[in-house]
């Protein structure tokens, strides 16, 4: 009875998103809408580990890096198909994350969070050092094919915008199955307490592992899609820290360890990022102010962000409808 | 080639001694108030701008800042342990860690907007001076901050060993709730633990000025030092910090020296990777937390 409702309105949510490039031509506010699906995706991505099992990374960038280089480094030296890359750079990501857990994961609470921000910092100087195998410091472009929907390369943005979309769904479906799956239980009770969790018999350091592998995969596929978006590639814009912290804060101010929160806190930031924007021009460091002010002001009055908040009118207004 | 090693070793011990500033600051914070201050770094950048300013409009010469930045600093440690990380204390990691990465977000692109990102530099007198032994030189301006740096480490240790205040501070660090019960005033000693952490990293900002060049960016270099020596040196161990941070500077001047001029952080993110995988407790041992 109650499901029933709420996947009506998932469908309409999903036919709204797959309607909305016939109805926005304009490729000013495709770009915006590509930009909110894409750093859903990776907030998802960054909320299961983060979300769920409370290991907040701030290092993300180091797969999204690796997917990106990995699918370009096929493409341009092997020339195999991106899509084909995608999913070899999700492998990729997700094979990192294991000797980065291994590392990282001795490491508790704020460590941690130090922890994979030198990762993915170390991976960035790397690149930038690797001038024969992966063109250094200047980045390359990648080859423009023209309409080549093979290539994952086409003529429009609306094209794009499916794919990203795609991704973004395949990411929420993880999720809500995860969510009802005995592993998202897992995930919540080491969220709670890591000791607490291993004492009742939960194999704590493998469920971290896993979750870090399947959110390692997500954010590679990321980085394979952003380069192929912009046609270029550079250590510094596939392994910027930007990344690993905007993959944080939307999932913070959407409200971590929720289905839908990574989603809510990209479209709430990402519009008002636009609105900034366009009212003040693109002035260095106003972005960014207003993202950490709203950071700020979530930890503090809201920990449990935007959906934290419904939940909590949700549960008064139901409260008010008992006792009347 | 001893010769080339020994100048590399002096150049990053007296680069050290500033590191050791920031991280005895990050250290302290995290052993009394259990929360590591992402936005240590910033205050190293804040102490800067104060330094560049007196030093541009009123003349001053950044060792005089020096009894300018730290008071400040120490104020501004006090109000922020009262608005802001008290708010937190108690709760769970994700508002503990984010509180202070977010001030550091806002520290860092609200001086982008106000300040530019352009670099500022002050020069003295003894800004290009240099002292000669055989083939070493050590630069003056180094050789004071280090110098100075010492000192104020040496002031915190008998500060924290002699007094009263400095006691109940290490007390707290050791075990809270038993602090509280022999009536230290947690909050008091938090507010008294922010503001000293807070002018070290003032006074790191004075004294680099002379040879370091200022802009908004500039405390991430500092604190993701400070993040490696806390870590290699021991959570929440002054003395452990001061060595590691010695340790790094001079890791960092030998990577630069031996492997290239953007190599050094690479040696020093390998050097945490490295402490991780062998000794996650730190050098001194003791517990992770």
């Given at each position: 009875?109650?499901?029933?409702?709420?996947?009506?309105?998932?469908?309409?949510?999903?036919?709204?998103?797959?309607?909305?490039?016939?109805?926005?031509?304009?490729?000013?506010?495709?770009?915006?809408?590509?930009?909110?699906?894409?750093?859903?995706?990776?907030?998802?991505?960054?909320?299961?580990?983060?979300?769920?099992?409370?290991?907040?990374?701030?290092?993300?960038?180091?797969?999204?890096?690796?997917?990106?280089?990995?699918?370009?480094?096929?493409?341009?030296?092997?020339?195999?198909?991106?899509?084909?890359?995608?999913?070899?750079?999700?492998?990729?990501?997700?094979?990192?994350?294991?000797?980065?857990?291994?590392?990282?994961?001795?490491?508790?609470?704020?460590?941690?969070?130090?922890?994979?921000?030198?990762?993915?910092?170390?991976?960035?100087?790397?690149?930038?050092?690797?001038?024969?195998?992966?063109?250094?410091?200047?980045?390359?472009?990648?080859?423009?094919?023209?309409?080549?929907?093979?290539?994952?390369?086409?003529?429009?943005?609306?094209?794009?915008?499916y794919v990203v979309l795609l991704l973004l769904l395949l990411a929420l479906a993880i999720t809500a199955w995860l969510e009802r799956?005995?592993?998202?239980?897992?995930?919540?009770?080491?969220?709670?307490?890591?000791?607490?969790?291993?004492?009742?018999?939960?194999?704590?350091?493998?469920?971290?592992?896993?979750?870090?592998?399947?959110?390692?995969?997500?954010?590679?596929?990321?980085?394979?899609?952003?380069?192929?978006?912009?046609?270029?590639?550079?250590?510094?814009?596939?392994?910027?820290?930007?990344?690993?912290?905007?993959?944080?804060?939307?999932?913070?101010?959407?409200?971590?360890?929720?289905?839908?929160?990574?989603?809510?806190?990209?479209?709430?930031?990402?519009?008002?990022?636009?609105?900034?924007?366009?009212?003040?021009?693109?002035?260095?460091?106003?972005?960014?102010?207003?993202?950490?002010?709203?950071?700020?002001?979530?930890?503090?009055?809201?920990?449990?962000?935007?959906?934290?908040?419904?939940?909590?009118?949700?549960?008064?207004?139901?409260?008010?409808?008992?006792?009347? | 080639m001893v010769e080339i090693v020994a100048q590399a070793v002096i150049n990053g011990l007296l680069i050290g001694g500033i590191y050791a500033l920031v991280s005895i600051g990050v250290t302290l914070i995290f052993g009394v108030v259990k929360?590591?201050?992402?936005?240590?770094?910033?205050?190293?950048?804040?102490?800067?701008?104060?330094?560049?300013?007196?030093?541009?409009?009123?003349?001053?010469?950044?060792?005089?800042?020096?009894?300018v930045c730290m008071p400040v600093l120490f104020a501004i440690g006090v109000l922020i342990q009262q608005f802001l990380i008290r708010r937190v204390l108690g709760l769970n990691d994700l508002p503990q860690i984010f509180l202070t990465f977010a001030l550091s977000l806002l520290i860092i692109n609200i001086s982008l907007m106000l300040l530019t990102p352009n670099y500022r530099t002050v020069h003295t007198g003894y800004s290009d001076e240099a002292l000669h032994f055989g083939g070493l030189y050590v630069p003056v301006a180094k050789l004071i901050a280090f110098g100075v740096a010492m000192l104020l480490s040496g002031v915190l240790w008998a500060f924290l060993r002699t007094t009263d205040l400095g006691k109940a501070m290490r007390a707290a660090s050791q075990n809270r709730e038993v602090a509280q019960l022999m009536g230290i005033n947690p909050n008091r000693v938090f507010a008294v633990a922010l503001g000293i952490a807070l002018a070290l990293a003032g006074a790191a900002g004075s004294l680099l000025m002379p040879f370091y060049p200022a802009y908004p960016m500039v405390g991430q270099v500092f604190v993701l030092m400070a993040f490696v020596a806390v870590v290699l040196g021991t959570l929440g161990n002054v003395a452990g910090a001061l060595i590691a941070s010695l340790l790094m500077g001079i890791a960092e001047s030998l990577g630069i020296q031996f492997i290239g001029a953007d190599s050094g952080l690479i040696v020093v993110f390998l050097l945490l990777l490295a402490t991780l995988a062998l000794r996650p407790s730190g050098l001194a041992g003791g517990r992770t937390r």
């Open positions: 009875m109650k499901i029933a409702p709420r996947a009506i309105v998932a469908g309409a949510v999903v036919a709204l998103l797959v309607a909305l490039p016939l109805v926005v031509k304009s490729s000013f506010a495709l770009d915006i809408l590509i930009r909110i699906l894409l750093f859903a995706f990776i907030g998802t991505a960054w909320n299961l580990l983060g979300g769920y099992a409370k290991q907040f990374s701030l290092g993300h960038a180091a797969f999204f890096g690796l997917g990106a280089y990995t699918s370009t480094l096929m493409q341009i030296d092997l020339g195999i198909s991106p899509w084909i890359g995608m999913l070899a750079g999700g492998v990729a990501g997700m094979l990192a994350s294991l000797p980065i857990g291994w590392l990282c994961f001795r490491l508790r609470g704020p460590y941690f969070t130090i922890a994979t921000i030198a990762t993915a910092q170390v991976l960035m100087l790397v690149f930038l050092k690797l001038r024969d195998f992966a063109w250094g410091a200047e980045g390359t472009t990648i080859p423009n094919l023209g309409n080549a929907p093979l290539m994952m390369q086409f003529d429009g943005k609306a094209p794009y915008y799956s005995r592993i998202g239980y897992y995930l919540v009770a080491l969220g709670e307490d890591q000791d607490a969790a291993e004492a009742v018999g939960i194999d704590v350091p493998r469920v971290k592992r896993d979750i870090f592998m399947i959110s390692a995969f997500l954010t590679a596929m990321a980085g394979t899609f952003y380069v192929q978006y912009i046609y270029f590639i550079d250590p510094n814009t596939a392994f910027n820290f930007s990344i690993s912290i905007e993959a944080a804060l939307v999932s913070i101010v959407g409200g971590v360890g929720t289905l839908l929160g990574p989603l809510i806190g990209t479209v709430l930031l990402e519009t008002t990022s636009a609105l900034l924007q366009s009212w003040l021009g693109n002035l260095a460091g106003v972005q960014v102010t207003v993202y950490s002010v709203i950071l700020m002001a979530v930890i503090l009055w809201r920990p449990t962000g935007i959906m934290g908040f419904l939940a909590e009118l949700n549960a008064r207004r139901r409260a008010k409808r008992v006792s009347s | 929360i590591v201050n992402f936005a240590q770094g910033e205050f190293v950048m804040i102490g800067m701008y104060i330094t560049f300013f007196l030093a541009t409009q009123l003349g001053l010469d950044p060792l005089v800042s020096l009894f």
